[in-house]
Nanobody, 116 residues
Framework: QVQPVESGGAWVQPGGSLRPPCTVS????????MGWYRRTPGKSARELVV????????NYADSVKGRFTISTDDSENTINLQMSNLKPEDTAVYYC?????????WGQGTQVTVSS
């Protein structure tokens, strides 16, 4: 079983940067899909931030293109979300999602707050 755990959420001023990691409980070679989602205040549904299938290219939401970048560190078993030029509308709980051997796993989320 793979259990993703997000961390690194924080309060940051507009224009700032964060790089929260999603730590996966074991080797990531079998992951078929990984993605970051977020739930903004007042909304019940999570929205896609970025997704990537094994061997494919990342697919970014229009609202984060050019500002957010997904990367992986196989030595640390992490899926990182580099967030730059943060805006108040990026305030949300950010969730990591992975698909491993056709099973879907979600983390518990990490809060990112962007305000002055």
């Amino acid at each position: 079983q793979v259990q993703p755990v997000e961390s690194g959420g924080a309060w940051v001023q507009p224009g700032g940067s964060l790089r929260p990691p999603c730590t996966v409980s074991r080797n990531m070679l079998s992951l078929e899909y990984m993605g970051w989602y977020r739930r903004t205040p007042g909304k019940s549904a999570r929205e896609l931030v970025v997704s990537i299938f094994s061997g494919g290219q990342p697919n970014y939401a229009d609202s984060v293109k050019g500002r957010f970048t997904i990367s992986t560190d196989d030595s640390e078993n992490t899926i990182n979300l580099q967030m730059s030029n943060l805006k108040p509308e990026d305030t949300a709980v950010y969730y990591c999602n992975v698909l491993d051997r056709r099973k879907n796993y979600w983390g518990q989320g990490t809060q990112v707050t962007v305000s002055s």
